[in-house]
């Protein structure tokens, strides 16, 4: 067996992996990492291995590999909407990490058009996420509450007929719970648009005004 593909068999359950990864592989099989860097470059070059960012690599050119590349992550904002099937619109995939980064708009695969958007998240706010299977994947996405949270955190406004299926969702308990970490004027904001609208959007009567 090839290196090469010795590399597909061992990496192939990863979404993403990194540089040091195979830096790893390669001291523990004994191989000079001095190979690496030419290795890399020919399985991107026959379209085995694509460049995610800087330093970490996918079989696949999947965008929606590209939050682990940014570990430890959630899907959030616009993109949860989209995972959960809460309301009918596409979207890229918005990132949400605990990592510095310099840039929320970000290219991936090295293509202008495949466009992902990276949220740093303060670790105290890093919370209130789950598992879900999503194609072939399974990801870290934000439940409604988190989701309606981070929404009024990142000053993302949406026509308020978009916010139907997630208000219906949202447990009045836990966002309660949620909100306890936050300072006290986000959680009056967030809970006077609950006060203001739920009512509306579980009878499903949540409409524009215009």
Same mark, same amino acid.
């Given at each position: 067996?090839?290196?090469?593909?010795?590399?597909?068999?061992?990496?192939?359950?990863?979404?993403?992996?990194?540089?040091?990864?195979? !830096?790893?592989?390669?001291?523990?099989?004994?191989?000079?990492?001095?190979?690496?860097?030419?290795?890399?470059?020919?399985?991107?070059?026959?379209?085995?291995?694509?460049?995610?960012?800087?330093?970490?690599?996918?079989?696949?050119?999947?965008?929606?590999?590209?939050?682990?590349?940014?570990?430890?992550?959630?899907?959030?904002?616009?993109?949860?909407?989209?995972?959960?099937?809460?309301?009918?619109?596409?979207?890229?995939?918005?990132?949400?990490?605990?990592?510095?980064?310099?840039?929320?708009?970000?290219?991936?695969?090295?293509?202008? !058009?495949?466009?992902?958007?990276?949220?740093?998240?303060?670790?105290?706010?890093?919370?209130?996420?789950?598992?879900?299977?999503?194609?072939?994947?399974?990801?870290?996405?934000? =439940?409604?509450?988190?989701?309606?949270?981070?929404?009024?955190?990142?000053?993302?406004?949406?026509?308020?007929?978009?916010?139907? =299926?997630?208000?219906? !969702?949202?447990?009045?308990?836990?966002?309660?719970?949620?909100? =306890?970490?936050?300072?006290?004027?986000?959680?009056?904001?967030?809970?006077?648009?609950?006060?203001?609208?739920?009512?509306?959007?579980?009878?499903?009567?949540?409409?524009?005004?215009?």
């Amino acid at each position: 067996m090839t290196i090469v593909k010795d590399i597909i068999n061992h990496f192939s359950d990863y979404p993403v992996f990194t540089r040091r990864d195979l !830096k790893l592989y390669f001291k523990n099989k004994k191989l000079k990492t001095a190979n690496l860097t030419r290795i890399i470059a020919y399985m991107k070059s026959s379209g085995k291995l694509y460049t995610v960012r800087k330093g970490a690599y996918a079989f696949k050119k999947d965008s929606m590999v590209a939050g682990f590349a940014y570990s430890p992550f959630y899907y959030g904002l616009l993109s949860a909407l989209t995972i959960r099937e809460l309301w009918t619109q596409n979207s890229r995939p918005d990132i949400i990490t605990i990592r510095k980064v310099r840039a929320s708009s970000i290219h991936i695969f090295g293509d202008i !058009k495949e466009t992902v958007f990276v949220h740093h998240m303060p670790a105290k706010y890093f919370f209130g996420f789950g598992i879900v299977k999503y194609g072939t994947l399974e990801v870290p996405v934000s =439940e409604p509450e988190k989701t309606l949270i981070d929404l009024f955190y990142y000053r993302v406004k949406l026509p308020i007929q978009d916010y139907s =299926e997630l208000l219906k !969702k949202i447990s009045r308990k836990k966002i309660h719970k949620y909100l =306890e970490r936050y300072d006290k004027h986000t959680a009056t904001v967030v809970l006077n648009f609950i006060k203001r609208h739920k009512e509306s959007a579980d009878a499903g009567k949540l409409t524009s005004p215009y």
